[in-house]
């Protein structure tokens, strides 16, 4: 066992001036652990200087600060009229101070005390763990950085190399399509070449008999014999096959660039942290169950079937009716649009450029209603649209089914182009419900298309590029239904 008194130190408290005998006391003033015998040492310089109590109480001795008019005594009130400037009990009597309210200072240091242990427990409980959290979350982003950005390129390349096995296949179409060009032009040639060769046998021909006839002196022959120049005088039409021309196209690189892909910008998130040390920690779930009553807006629909809100004081909606009714945060009628059909619409929309787009089930159009004049965007065939939905690169996304209502897909439109179809996963299985009920559909914050299919009572999340990411079908009991405020949310 080790001797040295100093070795359970860890233990047992010493003396601060003799540094070898237990502790009994302590100065609050001093901050110093004392034991008996050093007590009168540490306060032969005045007893007024110093505050000894019991180490068990040590630092429970308020220092008041020293009152600047009475040095001799100590400012243990404050002036509540004069800024809460610190005072001794002389001042109160003072000229300066009469029927001012004074305030103790230990009733304001004690609140404030607990001010500071509640926000110390916070800082430990609540601030640091999150702050350290958020942080682990950055380094964790950040480590992985390089490997999504590796994907990222990994993919352009990939890409890259479709593009030029596609241009070779394209290249090598033309050349095949030169070679049959050539053969043909061949073709044309050797034949009237032929043609040529075989008059040429019989100019020979004729000729050799000329000659023998100019030489025979036999009169039967010469008598009989008549001019052949006309007859070999109409030259066949000279032939002139052009050769094929190969007509070059500028090469357009910002076509080309957003043929090849897109890339996203950056898109920075932020969730909201703040949790104020004083606030209950609620649950999402306590937050649901009870909802704020913002408004209450009268449509006037027998049945309201659409509800959008790109802005909040704008409210768009629609039923059965042939119109389509934009109201403010009021409950007051803000805008008409009248359907060109004169049919109720079965989805509406308003895109970032304020314009209006709305579905026709019975002429299968998507409209666009643009400074009060409706356009038709696009008109389908064999599919009836049900929903639609803008992305955040300005791609159009419609729900539909198919005319004999077996099959249901979303299409991707880049203007009045279809670009994209979503239908089936990997397995070749309808990734929706394959009937005419609403499917409403957007697009979240990670460029993912979510489908909230009603029929089905599922939330169906699909990648950009149309794979499926999950499918939500919640508890039976609740989760038997799904509305636009299901996955519907937009940010402006």
Known sequence: MDDDPHSSAQDVHRCDLCKTAIVHSYCDFCHVNLCKPCVVDHISDGYHKHAIVPFQERRSTLIYPKCVTHPQKICDLQCKNCNNIFICSSCTASEQHRSHIFEEVSETYNAKKKIIKEDKEGFENMISPNYEKIALDLEYQLANLDEGYEKITTKISKQGEQWHRAIDIVINKMKIEISEIKVDHRGILQKHLD??????????????????????????PVIEYSSKIKKFSNFPPKVKVLLPTFITKPIDCEKLYSSVGQINPLSTATEENFLSPNQPKTSLRELLDEPELVATIQTRYRELLNVYCRKEEMIWTSGKTKDIRCFNSKGSLFQKIQTKSEQYPCGIYVDRAGDVLYLDDTTKIVNRVRNGQTEKLIRLQGWMPRQLCVTSTGDLLVTMYSDDK????????????????IQFDNEGKPLYSENVQPKFITENRNYDICLADCWAGAVVVVNQEGK???????????????TCSTVIYEEN
Not at 195 to 220: G, P
Not at 406 to 421: D, H, I, L
């Open 195 to 220: 043609e040529i060769k075989q008059i040429q046998s019989l100019i020979r021909q004729t000729l050799l008999a000329i000659k023998e006839i100019e030489k025979s002196t036999e009169v039967h």
């Open 406 to 421: 077996t099959q249901c897909k979303v299409a991707r439109y880049s203007g009045s182009t279809e670009k994209q179809t």
């Open 468 to 482: 499926l990411r999950w499918r939500y079908t919640g508890h039976p009991s609740v989760f038997r239904y799904c």
